[in-house]
Structure formats: C-alpha cells, structure tokens
C-alpha cells in the first residue's frame, strides 16, 4: 500500500464524519480490510462501526460489531445508538446491560442513547433507574447527557399530558414529572439552547406561560440567544392569550435576527395572528415567506377557516394543490368546516376524493370531519353511513354524529346515539351536552331535556354554560311552556346573555304571547342594547297583533341606532355553482322562467287543496298584495329555479339566513309532493326535509 493511500485510510478513519453516504463506507471498509496491517484495528473496527452506525446502517453495524472479541466503549456506543435510531429501544437496553457485564464502563457517549430508548418504551421506572446509573458514574455533570435527562422526563411529562399513558397518574404526577425536569436543568454546570428549549417547551405544554417567559428571560442574561425552536415555543402562549402585543415584540425580533425566513417561524407567526383575530397579518406573514411547506399552507388555510374567511381557505387550498404541496391530514380537518359552513357540498365530495385518494379516510379526526361536514350540507344519511364505517369512536365522532342528527330533527337517533356513547364507556364532553339538548329541543322532548341538564353536572361535572341554558330555554318555549322558562333563565347561575333570552322571544312570537314578549325584550335589550334581531322580532309581534304604531316605534329606533335589518336571503347549489336569491329578486338571469314555473307550480298546489296563509306577511296591505309576497320569498325562488335547472327527480337542496316562514314550509310541503322531488331546506336553526307532502319536523320547528 503506498504512502498515500496509507495516509488517505488513516485520514479518513480519524475524521470519520467525512464519510456520508453507504458506498462510501463500503469503500473504506474494503480498504481496510484489504490494508490492515495495524496492531490498532480493534479500535479501527470501533470507528468503522460509529461510521455505519452514524449512517443508521444497522445490518452492516451488527456483521462488523460481532467480529470483535472485546468490543471497546465506542463500538458498545454504537450498536446502543443504531438499535435506538431504529426503534429497536428492548435491544438497545439489552446491549446496554452486556456492554456493562462485560467490564466495559458506559462514557458520557452511550447515556443519550440509552436515555432516548426508555422515552420511548415509554418506561418512567426505567428511566429513573438509568439517572441513578447516571450520577453514580458522575455522568450527570455532562452537557449532552444532562440534555438527554431533560428529554426524557419531558416525553413523559408530555404523555402524562395527552392521558394516553400512566391513566393511574394524578395531577399532581404531573407537576412531579415537571419538577424532575427543573431539578435536572438546575443541577448542570453548563447549559445550552437545546437545554433551555427543553424546560421552556415544558412549561408552555404545561400551561405555565408565566414560567416560560421568565426562563427566556434568564436565557438571554446567560448570554445565548433564543432560536427558532424557542420563539416558535413562546408565539403559541400570545396566541392563547390573544396578546398580539407581545406577539408582534417577537415578531419584531424574528426580523431583526434574520428569522422571519425560517418557515417554521412563519407558520407559529401566522398561527399566532390568526389566533388573534388578526388575520390580514397572518397572510402578510404568509405571502413574505420565501419557501411555504404543508405546515405554513395549513397554517393560513386554517387561520382563514377560523376567522370566518371560508371562501379564502378554500382558494388557498386550491392554492396549495397547484403548487404541488401535499395536504396533511390536518389540512383536511382545517378545510372541511369551510365546506361545511358554506353547504358547498360539490367541494365537500371533491375534498372527500383527495382524502381517500391520499388515505387519510382511516384519520378518525378527518372521518369525524366528514361527518360534520355531510351533515351540514344536508346528507345526514351519508353522515351517518361514514360514522358507522368507522373502527373506533371518540368524542369527537360521537359528537359530530349527535349534532347532526339533532340539526336534521332525527331527536329519537340522536338521544339513542347519545346513551349508546355513554354505554360504550366514551365520556360525553360540553359540546355533546350541547347537542343532545337541542336535538331535545327540536322535538319537544323536555323530560329527556331536563334529565341531560341535570345528568351534565351531577354525573359528569360539566358546568352549565350558556348553549346548555340556551336550549333549555328553547326547549321549554317551543312547548309552550314561557312562564316556566322565563322563570329558568331568570334564575341562572350565570347572566343571562342576549342568546338566551332571544330564544324565549322567538318562542313568545310562535306563542303569541305579547305581554310576556314585552318583559322579556325589556331584559334582551338590557343584556344586549345592539341585538338587531330582538328590535326585529319584537316589531314582527306587534304587527302581528296589528299593534301598527309599537311596530313602527321599534322601527325608527332601529333607523336611530343605525341598525338595518338583514335580508331574507337563499341559495342553491347547481351544475357547482352557488346560486342567491333574496325576497322579491328579480336580478337573476333566469328570472322569467322562475316566474312561469311558479305559476304552473301554484296552479297545481291549489289543485291539492294549498291555501296561502297570509298571517305572516306582516304589513298592512291588502291579502292579495301579501299572497304576493309569500310567493316572492327566497327560498321560493330558489326552489322554482332548481327545479328548472336540473332533471326531474333530483333533489334540491336550499340553505336560507333565517326560520322559514309558517306559508312557505307548508308551501314546499305541497311543492315536494306534486313535483315528486325531496327537498332540503335549513334555515337558521335547523334542516327540513320535505318529500311526498310532508316534513321531517313533523310541523314543530
């Protein structure tokens, strides 16, 4: 071998971090092998071992590790480290104990390893066992073992957290956990970043936001400078605090320190303005960002979703898919409520394809998604096919599939689901509470609703909050039952809100009940001066009791107020496309074909006995001005339009902005059934589904 390949090998074996890839470790190996000649080659196999072992090549590290007799202390350290880079943590441990049987005393090297794998065997006994290995040997002293503590107690903090592991735990396990964290970080003589970042992610995770700001604090009196890791770490605390203040403090220190182009940054910073309502900031941030990857896209998609802007999300979803990122699972939980929201349900069924097509239909988080969104858009049958599919329930799912149930009236399916939750040991949560009792509600079923109201709080500890007085307070108005709920919501524990009251005026107005109506306006308009719908349905009582000039008195003090009451407005979704309608639209191009189908549709209904019910029309016209207006409402329109525009037979579906007017529900009833179509309305409180002369509501809505 000449001098220069000799000096080459021996370069190379000293300064094994050159070597980077496999054939390049095969190439080494081979000339050792072929040159060695060396007294030293037990400790040159040691460092061809670390070199495989470093380039997580596990086959290649056990044939080259078990051709030495007495393994030294750097070849144990790697087989340690490859068993636990490869998840093999029982057969890192179990290399561990020989390496020590053997005579061979771990160095500051091995422990990180052997740390990691008890984090991940998720054995908190083991792991203290290890820490006492540790500072016998004086170990506990060294940066990257002390680091490699830290982690270890964090993950089992963390898992104490999540209460997917040590169930047996208390809460104060918990802070012991914690505690462990803080004793070992106080006891190393030297410290960097990663140690840092490790207690301050702690006390984030531990909802100890206080703590963690002050430990970013002292970092910098030590002289080192927070990374991308911490201020990633501290944004999410503004965002749970709604402090953009503070936020924008770092965001200004990202900035100055060149961070701002640090993507994960940007992501925890558009996160971080969403969170705060701010989310014009959040796409400044977005559209600044040199590179974006899935978690930034999901990260504005699901600020945009959140703050409201549904059609947003979906362009940037759109967005996404042409700049050929792939969706996470998570991108898809963000984006369907948007679907959701706008009952868009040709975009929901295309979202349902990209996830089956990217397998994440198994995702029980994204299948409780679709739930959601199926029920939203109408299609409780294919809701509840897709739940039944699933393989395990959470509370999630349940609760998505109770919800729906109650918007769609099916109350029996979806107090039945409720019990049959309970039964299978899932604890029901605030939001499932919330919807047993309006599906409760929407049925009239008010000893099942006080039985869950009660059950909420003395069998599962959930107090009351105001959806749960909401729809109790509606529960006992839609049956009539006004005094009872007056008397309800004027004995809360909390104050009552404009919401709650609200719903008792609705009921007063089904009710006639104007007296009753007046003390409870009295008190909306104390809880909630500006709340434009209760001016509105306290004015629509008084025409309906031809009380002319109250009506008119709300009226101008609407104007006063500069309050403009919002239209009646429907849509309906064709060939993919949204279509709007409000009362009396003559704006739509079709409009002289809805016209004509009207009324050959009218001609028929009264063939079927329909007689317009004009009771509603509150204005002081004549009754064929008002049969007028009944057949210009929205949701006529809509469905005179629909009809027009798709074949025969297929079912149209209609979203409208508030409750459909007595008239107009029994007119699509009539319309279902002389067109031989199902027809789909929700309104603002519910879904209706009208086919063959009839309503799922059973007329009690």
């Excluded at 006995?609 to 009771?615: E, K, L, Q, T, V």
Aim: net charge positive; charged share 20%; hydrophobic share 40%.
């Amino acid at each position: 071998m000449s001098t220069k390949n000799q000096k080459l090998l021996k370069s190379l074996l000293n300064n094994p971090n050159r070597i980077k890839s496999k054939q390049q470790a095969k190439q080494l190996h081979a000339q050792f092998l072929k040159y060695n000649t060396n007294p030293e080659s037990s400790l040159h196999s040691s460092t061809l071992i670390s070199i495989y072992s470093n380039l997580n090549l596990l086959n290649d590290t056990l044939l080259l590790f078990n051709t030495l007799l007495s393994p030294p202390v750097l070849a144990w350290k790697s087989i340690v480290r490859c068993y636990t880079s490869n998840g093999l943590c029982t057969l890192a441990l179990s290399s561990f104990n020989k390496m020590r049987e053997s005579g061979v005393y771990p160095d500051h090297n091995v422990f990180p390893s052997v740390l990691k794998s008890c984090a991940l065997l998720k054995d908190f006994k083991l792991g203290e066992c290890v820490h006492g290995c540790v500072i016998t040997l004086g170990m506990d002293f060294d940066l990257y073992t002390g680091n490699a503590l830290l982690n270890m107690y964090a993950k089992f903090h963390a898992l104490v957290v999540d209460g997917n592991v040590f169930d047996e735990m208390t809460h104060r396990r918990k802070f012991e956990l914690m505690g462990c964290v803080r004793k070992v970080f106080e006891r190393m003589p030297n410290r960097d970043v990663v140690s840092w970042n490790t207690v301050i992610a702690g006390n984030a995770q531990n909802g100890m936001y206080g703590e963690a700001l002050t430990m970013i604090r002292k970092m910098g009196n030590a002289d080192l400078k927070p990374d991308s890791f911490t201020l990633s770490t501290v944004l999410p605390i503004f965002a749970e605090n709604g402090d953009v203040s503070k936020g924008k403090e770092i965001h200004g220190y990202t900035i100055r320190n060149g961070f701002d182009v640090d993507v994960f940054i940007g992501s925890s910073l558009i996160d971080m303005y969403a969170k705060c309502s701010r989310v014009d900031d959040s796409h400044r941030v977005f559209n600044l960002l040199p590179h974006r990857d899935s978690i930034s896209w999901n990260s504005i998609i699901a600020g945009s979703v959140q703050n409201g802007q549904f059609d947003q999300g979906l362009k940037l979803f759109r967005q996404m898919l042409k700049n050929k990122i792939t969706p996470r699972h998570v991108t898809f939980s963000s984006i369907m409520p948007a679907c959701a929201h706008l009952t868009t349900l040709h975009l929901g069924k295309q979202l349902h394809g990209y996830i089956v097509r990217f397998r994440f239909d198994h995702n029980a988080y994204i299948a409780s998604s679709l739930v959601d969104m199926y029920a939203k858009c109408g299609q409780i049958r294919i809701a509840r096919w897709i739940f039944d599919k699933m393989e395990q329930h959470d509370t999630v799912s349940w609760t998505a599939i109770i919800m729906g149930c109650a918007l769609h009236g099916c109350a029996r399916e979806a107090v039945n689901l409720f019990e049959q939750m309970e039964l299978e040991g899932v604890k029901p949560n605030y939001v499932a509470f919330v919807a047993v009792l309006m599906g409760c509600s929407h049925a009239g079923l008010v000893d099942e609703g006080w039985r869950y109201f009660y059950s909420m709080t003395q069998n599962y500890g959930i107090a009351p909050g105001i959806e749960h007085y909401t729809a109790i307070a509606d529960l006992l108005g839609r049956a009539g039952k006004l005094e009872e709920a007056y008397e309800f919501i004027s004995k809360m524990h909390i104050e009552p809100t404009g919401s709650v009251w609200s719903s008792l005026l609705a009921a007063c107005r089904v009710h006639k009940n104007v007296e009753l109506a007046e003390k409870v306006a009295e008190k909306l308009f104390i809880a909630d001066p500006h709340h434009m719908g209760a001016y509105i349905l306290m004015s629509n009582i008084y025409s309906a009791a031809r009380r002319w000039k109250d009506a008119a008195r709300l009226r101008i003090a609407m104007k006063r107020k500069g309050m403009r009451k919002t239209p009646a407005f429907s849509w309906v979704e064709v060939k993919n496309k949204i279509h709007g309608f409000v009362a009396g639209d003559k704006s739509h191009p079709s409009n002289e074909k809805i016209k004509i189908a009207l009324k050959e549709l009218q001609e028929k209904m009264e063939q079927e006995g329909y007689i317009p019910d004009a009771s509603e029309v509150l204005h002081d016209l004549e009754e064929e001005q008002k049969i007028d207006l009944l057949w210009s409402h929205s949701e006529r329109l809509a469905i005179a339009f629909a009809m027009i525009s798709t074949p025969p037979g297929t079912a149209i579906r209609v979203t409208k902005n508030i409750r459909v007017c007595i008239d107009c529900h029994t007119a699509i009833k009539y319309i279902s059934k002389v067109v031989g179509r199902e027809i789909v309305v929700r309104d603002n409180s519910r879904f209706h589904h009208f086919a063959n002369g009839g309503c799922s509501c059973a007329d009690y809505w």
